[in-house]
């Protein structure tokens, strides 16, 4: 009544809100999926020539032990390569990241004093959102060669894109940052009576900028500088590196100076040739459309700076899948607007009327938005796929509330004395107030379970049931205030329909009638049906997350450990000819092993091939060519999937495949032989596919040892050795010069640098302090001892990952075949195997959905038994929620017969939209019968027949907007939403049946009345 009396301000704040949306929603930033991935921290540390055995001893544990203990510390684990180690922190949800990172850097300010004087300081890496790649930018030039590209990406490209908001990091593969090697000859240097080291120290000296202090005048302070060397050659071949018998030796006389790199790390492979491969990373809260799209800008700027520079930024592209997933959600989100209104028109057969109940859609949803974006949850496909799911339901408590006041004003006008109109809308709104309101509360309860899934299964699932609830919510206020309002503004001179036209149609009458006459037939009937699906429950197969259909595909390359970056480039040039073959491959970029500050801890032998297909061709055909293509070498690994599958599997075990068996222990040894054991005895299993042990082994290491007898004999220390080894081998750095912002390292290497053979090695020269040249091989033995590859901890023990994917076979019947045959097997003493990947995930989202389903099953029945104030009917109107849930069923066997996450919250939903159209069915009834005073089946067809209209309206309102979804199938932006869809849509035609003939036919049986007897 209030609402009515202040209908001018209503409707201002109405139409205020929603001209606040349609000022704020456009700019709003949106994303293809939430974050997923939990608070990550990583540490990151350089250790020149350290084995990785000597790596984990030396760094990663006494960094992990560092770590322990941090608060909210969830999993720890290490990876130890040559050189190179790797600490991952991940937090438990909810934590905050700065937190995190400053406990982190707290204790990794003390851990970093105790390491090895040999080793760099640890880095931490910048954080990464869940989908840390947001481009894949492709240089290659006919112009340049790599080093003058490299310097191009280095120190114009890079610091570029670095500048733009939102960018973490540009890793850039395949560089050869340019160096100016100063390249000694060991005999030149004995005959001018010089060492390497005097040539270093000058070398040093001369590069190392100094400061010439200042000099004051009378009227100004001038600055002093001293000129260093610059990239003149010249200036290096003249410069003094020491006196033989008091002649100055030039720089000239004992070495040469050229232009060359640093041995590589890794490499890259553009299209069908040479190139650099830079991947641009976001920070967790960076938009991938905007950053993408400010990255676009930027290199339109550069193109000036680019010339003859082919810059391909379509390698893999996530932007592309973000803006066909948003097009087919904004799509289906018209096209189901489109079909609620044909409905409400069909239905209600007034123009006004239906526009009042549409209303309801854009002030619900743009309610929901604001109400998101103040909430600080991000808009994307997960939320907006909620929005299209409570579409159809928005105006059900619209309809619900207009459809009783049509009826209450038809009524009203057949009487002598009608009453005002105002009191009749108010009284006839506030009828259905409690029924409405209880309803909704039943809607938002059965989504409580969605609100306690962890991992990944709550970042999806998450923002999906806040769209939707919001959503509901908002649909409720319009329905208790705006839909009144609307009703006595633009109703009040509407003639109102005649009693036949608010009734059942008179065949549907008939036929409900016939059916109530044999209420224990529908009985039966209903419970053939339930135990017929239930029956069907164990041959449903089971899988987490369905495949996403994007158009960039990654594929893992990786050959045996010990190969080398060479090797691994000339293979990989030639899959890249065979997949640019393929029709609808557009584009390819490779990187083979690493990049500096890169998250990608791997040796050399470890590649990643990413293939980018045209939209047009056909989506399966084109996977099936490329996984043919890629199969075809022998001894190395391969496997193809898209990104944010990848991406989901590493999140959930740190492993990129679907099944992955972790086993843990100390020895190295025992655990690689157990993992091939364990290899062997599930390699028949029926749908497992790239099944591999992960490629921890043993590969050659060269050893240097020094003979104290000869090296004494000599008068070589083992600091010269060392020296010699150094400079003889990859050389050592003796300073840095700047041109510009352009930085080059100057690095004093040996003319014959030994890179090639142990042979060459062993044949080094090394001078003397008498002067004499001998060889490595003279005061040192040279030989070859395996070493492991690579070491994994996780939880302060080593492990070691069986891992595999599934085709041809849903994920739950291979996974638990796998469980079933390891646990039988017994392991050695320390041994242990955990269970990871997709479906222990799901296994683990799939319980708590069922035990915290109960708790709203609970919630709900007290909610019901509050609105009808009857135990019995709140028992009968309970009972038929599972046959209602049951044809939500077919659903899923319409689909392939594969329950998932997405198809579990659709059965919920199911259950609550039933649970509402029941209880405005009963409470009717029992308004009724409070004239009668017993059940009749007359009774029962007058309580369906006043609201048959809102409940079909209802019904096939949701189901219309969930139609477009539904026809288009599963494409871009609808691969988890459309198996919920389905579900929805056959569940509630199964619950439209079940309230208007199972519910009546109950209430016959079991609540006949006193006056029945």
Same mark, same amino acid.
């Given at each position: 009544m209030r609402a009515i009396q202040a209908r001018y301000l209503v409707i201002v704040l109405a139409v205020l809100l929603m001209l606040a949306g349609f000022k704020t929603i456009p700019n709003t930033p949106m994303d293809v999926f939430p974050?997923?991935?939990?608070? +990550?921290?990583?540490?990151?540390?350089?250790?020149?020539?350290?084995?990785?055995?000597?790596?984990?001893?030396?760094?990663?544990?006494?960094?992990?032990?560092?770590?322990?203990?941090?608060? $909210?510390? +969830?999993? %720890?684990?290490?990876?130890?390569?040559?050189?190179?180690?790797?600490?991952?922190?991940?937090?438990? /949800?909810?934590t905050s990241l700065a937190e995190a990172r400053q406990a982190v850097q707290e204790r990794l300010l003390l851990a970093a004093q105790r390491l090895p004087a040999i080793v760099k300081p640890p880095v931490m890496l910048s954080p990464l959102s869940s989908m840390s790649r947001v481009l894949k930018i492709g240089l290659s030039s006919t112009q340049y060669n790599i080093a003058e590209l490299s310097t191009k990406a280095l120190w114009t490209v890079r610091p570029r894109l670095m500048a733009i908001p939102g960018v973490a990091n540009v890793a850039i593969w395949g560089l050869r940052d340019q160096e100016l090697h100063v390249r000694f000859n060991p005999v030149k240097l004995a005959q001018h009576q010089l060492t390497a080291t005097q040539v270093s120290q000058r070398l040093a000296s001369a590069i190392r900028p100094d400061s010439g202090g200042y000099l004051d005048t009378a009227q100004q302070r001038l600055a002093v500088a001293?000129?260093?060397?610059?990239?003149?050659?010249?200036?290096?071949?003249?410069?003094?590196?020491? %006196?033989?018998?008091?002649?100055?030796?030039?720089?000239?006389?004992?070495?040469?100076?050229?232009?060359?790199?640093? *041995?590589?790390?890794?490499?890259?492979?553009?299209?069908?040739?040479?190139?650099?491969?830079?991947?641009?990373?976001?920070?967790?809260?960076?938009?991938?459309?905007?950053?993408?799209?400010?990255?676009?800008?930027?290199?339109?700027?550069?193109?000036?700076?680019?010339?003859?520079?082919?810059?391909?930024? !379509?390698?893999?592209?996530?932007?592309?899948?973000?803006?066909? !997933?948003?097009? $087919?959600?904004? /799509? !289906?989100?018209?096209?189901?607007?489109? %079909?609620?209104?044909?409905?409400?028109?069909?239905?209600?057969?007034?123009?006004?009327?239906?526009?009042?109940?549409?209303?309801?859609?854009?002030?619900?949803?743009? @309610?929901?938005?604001?109400?998101? @974006?103040? %909430?600080?949850?991000?808009?994307?496909?997960?939320?907006?796929?909620?929005?299209?799911?409570?579409?159809?339901?928005?105006?059900?408590?619209?309809?619900?509330?207009?459809?009783?006041?049509?009826?209450?004003?038809? *009524?009203?006008?057949?009487?002598?004395?009608?009453?005002?109109l105002i009191k009749v809308i108010a009284q006839a709104s506030y009828e259905v107030r409690g029924s409405v309101i209880y309803a909704t509360l039943i809607v938002m309860s059965v989504f409580i379970p969605v609100f306690f899934l962890q991992g990944v299964?709550? !970042?999806?699932?998450?923002?999906?049931?806040?769209?939707?609830?919001?959503?509901?919510?908002?649909?409720?206020?319009?329905?208790?205030?705006?839909?009144?309002?609307?009703?006595?503004?633009?109703?009040?001179?509407?003639?109102?329909?005649?009693?036949?036209a608010l009734r059942l149609p008179h065949r549907v009458e008939q036929w409900l009638a016939s059916r109530l006459a044999k209420p224990k037939t529908v009985l039966a009937s209903a419970c053939l049906f339930l135990f017929g699906m239930l029956a069907t429950l164990p041959f449903l197969g089971t899988e987490f997350l369905p495949a996403f259909k994007e158009t960039d595909f990654l594929m893992h390359f990786v050959a045996?450990?010990?190969?080398?970056? @060479?090797?691994?480039?000339?293979?990989?040039?030639?899959?890249?000819?065979?997949?640019?073959?393929?029709?609808?491959?557009?584009?390819?970029?490779?990187?083979?092993?690493r990049a500096e500050v890169a998250d990608e801890v791997v040796g050399p032998n470890f590649g990643e091939l990413w293939v980018s297909i045209s939209p047009t061709v056909n989506?399966?055909?084109?996977?099936? +060519?490329?996984?043919?293509?890629? &199969?075809?070498?022998?001894?190395?690994?391969?496997?193809? /999937?898209?990104?944010?599958?990848?991406?989901?599997?590493?999140?959930?075990?740190?492993?990129?495949?679907?099944?992955?068996?972790?086993?843990?222990?100390?020895?190295?040894d025992s655990l690689r032989e157990e993992a091939e054991h364990i290899r062997q005895t599930i390699a028949d299993i029926n749908g497992l596919t790239d099944l591999k042990v992960e490629s921890q082994v043993l590969i050659p290491r060269i050893h240097v040892r020094l003979k104290n007898t000869a090296a004494d004999h000599y008068g070589v220390t083992e600091a010269e050795i060392k020296q010699a080894l150094a400079l003889m081998t990859q050389g050592q750095v003796q300073g840095e010069?700047?041109?510009?912002?352009?930085?080059?390292?100057?690095?004093?290497?040996?003319?014959? =640098?030994?890179?090639?053979?142990?042979?060459?090695?062993? /044949?080094?020269?090394?001078?003397? =302090?008498?002067? &004499?040249?001998?060889?490595?091989?003279?005061?040192?033995?040279?030989?070859?001892?395996? @070493?492991?590859?690579?070491?994994?901890?996780?939880? &302060?023990?080593?492990?070691?990952?069986?891992?595999?994917?599934?085709?041809?076979?849903?994920?739950?019947?291979?996974?638990?075949?796998?469980?079933?045959?390891?646990?039988?097997?017994?392991?050695?003493?320390?041994?242990?195997?955990?269970?990871?990947?997709?479906?222990?995930?799901?296994?683990t989202a799939s319980l708590t959905l069922v035990i915290y389903t109960l708790l709203a099953l609970l919630v709900v029945f007290l909610l019901i038994w509050m609105s009808l104030k009857s135990m019995r009917l709140t028992a009968l109107l309970f009972a038929v929620l599972p046959v209602a849930v049951a044809g939500g069923l077919i659903g899923i066997w319409f689909i392939g017969g594969v329950m998932s996450l997405g198809t579990m919250i659709g059965l919920i939903a199911v259950m609550g939209i039933a649970a509402r159209n029941g209880i405005l069915l009963i409470s009717r009834y029992q308004q009724l019968r409070l004239t009668d005073g017993i059940t009749t089946p007359r009774l029962l067809l007058n309580a369906v027949s006043d609201r048959f209209r809102a409940i079909s309206m209802t019904t096939l309102a949701t189901t219309m907007a969930l139609l477009p979804i539904i026809f288009k199938g599963p494409v871009s932006g609808y691969e988890i939403e459309h198996p919920l869809a389905v579900v929805v849509f056959c569940g509630l035609l199964a619950a439209m049946v079940v309230n208007l003939v199972l519910l009546p036919a109950l209430i016959l049986i079991f609540h006949p009345g006193e006056h029945s007897h």
């Open positions: 974050e997923f991935a939990p608070v +990550k921290v990583e540490i990151q540390t350089e250790a020149p020539g350290l084995s990785s055995v000597e790596t984990e001893q030396l760094v990663s544990i006494p960094i992990e032990h560092a770590m322990n203990g941090i608060p $909210h510390m +969830k999993t %720890l684990r290490s990876k130890s390569v040559l050189g190179l180690s790797s600490v991952v922190m991940l937090f438990e /949800q909810g001293y000129d260093r060397p610059t990239l003149d050659k010249e200036d290096y071949l003249q410069m003094t590196v020491g %006196l033989s018998n008091g002649i100055p030796v030039k720089l000239g006389q004992v070495a040469d100076v050229d232009w060359a790199h640093a *041995l590589p790390i890794g490499d890259a492979v553009i299209n069908q040739g040479d190139g650099l491969l830079l991947i641009v990373e976001k920070h967790p809260d960076a938009n991938t459309l905007s950053v993408t799209r400010q990255i676009d800008q930027a290199l339109a700027e550069l193109t000036p700076a680019l010339h003859g520079v082919n810059v391909d930024a !379509a390698i893999f592209r996530p932007a592309t899948f973000i803006e066909q !997933a948003l097009h $087919h959600l904004n /799509q !289906a989100l018209v096209l189901g607007i489109g %079909l609620v209104a044909i409905i409400l028109f069909l239905f209600l057969r007034k123009p006004r009327a239906a526009i009042i109940s549409l209303v309801a859609i854009p002030l619900s949803l743009v @309610t929901a938005m604001l109400l998101l @974006t103040w %909430l600080n949850v991000s808009i994307n496909t997960m939320v907006l796929a909620g929005l299209v799911i409570a579409l159809g339901e928005v105006v059900d408590d619209s309809i619900i509330d207009l459809e009783n006041i049509l009826r209450a004003m038809a *009524l009203n006008q057949q009487q002598l004395q009608p009453k005002p299964a709550g !970042a999806f699932f998450k923002p999906l049931a806040y769209g939707y609830l919001l959503a509901i919510s908002a649909s409720l206020l319009v329905a208790l205030i705006v839909t009144p309002v609307l009703a006595y503004c633009f109703l009040k001179q509407t003639p109102p329909q005649t009693e036949h045996r450990p010990g190969t080398s970056i @060479t090797e691994m480039k000339t293979m990989s040039l030639r899959a890249s000819h065979e997949l640019m073959q393929i029709d609808g491959v557009r584009n390819l970029g490779a990187h083979i092993g989506y399966a055909d084109t996977m099936q +060519k490329i996984n043919q293509a890629i &199969a075809g070498y022998s001894g190395i690994f391969t496997d193809v /999937q898209t990104y944010l599958k990848e991406r989901t599997k590493e999140v959930m075990s740190g492993n990129s495949a679907s099944i992955v068996i972790r086993l843990f222990g100390d020895d190295l010069v700047t041109v510009g912002q352009a930085r080059f390292n100057v690095r004093l290497i040996g003319d014959s =640098p030994a890179q090639d053979s142990v042979q060459a090695l062993r /044949q080094i020269a090394i001078q003397s =302090p008498a002067g &004499a040249v001998i060889t490595l091989a003279d005061v040192a033995e040279v030989y070859v001892q395996a @070493t492991p590859n690579e070491i994994k901890r996780e939880g &302060a023990s080593r492990k070691i990952d069986i891992s595999a994917n599934v085709a041809g076979n849903d994920i739950g019947s291979v996974a638990k075949e796998v469980e079933a045959r390891i646990n039988r097997l017994k392991l050695p003493e320390g041994n242990y195997v955990k269970f990871m990947g997709e479906y222990t995930e799901q296994k």
